[in-house]
């Protein structure tokens, strides 16, 4: 029974297409996360979410918005998707910050 | 200059060494996390710590506050524990992970 589950596991699409990556955690946690992870393999924190609240909004473009329908999901939408938003994309939850964090499986973004 | 810097970036080990991995950091901190992510792509939390040290199976760390230093020590490596090592602090006020550009550990047999 997966714990935090992402879709689609890979996203393949044409620069300035629109796309969505969903998150859905069944843990009972409070607090969700998206992180970017680039081609050197660093992480970076786009976003997170306590019970449905935005709580942290790094320095993202305004093309990348998060939506948490409840607080079991989180989801990432992009807009006029460019060539340097392609990354690995995770997908975290944690009861509070600052638990243990639980990851996602990612999401491989390619724009071509 | 990284607010959490790790060494090494590489790491190379035969079966059965100890291994240490060093983490420094800049910041003020409410926890300290170590991670492993998997050849394949997956991240697994292995530790979440604010004082002390602590102990799962072949994996110890440790955390120094005075010092802003954590270590991962990996006792009777083996191959399955290849994989990349990453050191993440939750910021002080914010709680947002800061990560570090991580360690890449090879076990040959």
């Known amino acids: 029974d997966t714990a935090v589950s992402q879709t689609p596991k890979y996203l393949v699409t044409q620069m300035g297409n629109d796309k969505s990556i969903k998150c859905e955690q069944n843990?009972?946690?409070?607090?969700m996360y998206w992180y970017k992870q680039d081609s050197k393999k660093f992480l970076k924190i786009m976003f997170s979410y306590n019970n449905k609240e935005l709580i942290i909004n790094e320095t993202v473009p305004n093309r990348f918005s998060p939506k948490s329908p409840d607080k079991a999901h989180l989801n990432l939408h992009i807009n006029s998707l460019e060539l340097g938003d392609s990354a690995v994309y995770f997908c975290a939850s944690s009861l509070l910050p600052p638990d243990t964090q639980y990851f996602g499986p990612g999401t491989r973004l390619t724009v071509l | 200059k990284n607010e959490v810097e790790q060494s090494p970036q590489n790491l190379t080990a035969q079966e059965g060494e100890f291994i240490t991995i060093n983490c420094s950091y800049s910041?003020?901190?409410?926890?300290l996390h170590w991670l492993q992510q998997h050849p394949g792509g997956g991240i697994v939390s292995l530790f979440m710590?604010?004082?002390g040290k602590k102990k799962h199976g072949r994996l110890i760390a440790t955390i120094n506050i005075q010092e802003k230093h954590s270590s991962l020590h990996i006792t009777a490596s083996h191959p399955r524990d290849s994989a990349v090592y990453i050191c993440?602090?939750?910021?002080?006020?914010?709680?947002?992970?800061?990560f570090g550009t991580g360690t890449r550990l090879q076990v040959f047999p």
């Open positions: 710590l604010s004082s």
């Open positions: 910041v003020g901190i409410s926890a």
């Open positions: 993440a602090v939750g910021e002080w006020g914010t709680d947002k992970l800061i």
């Open positions: 843990l009972g946690h409070d607090t």
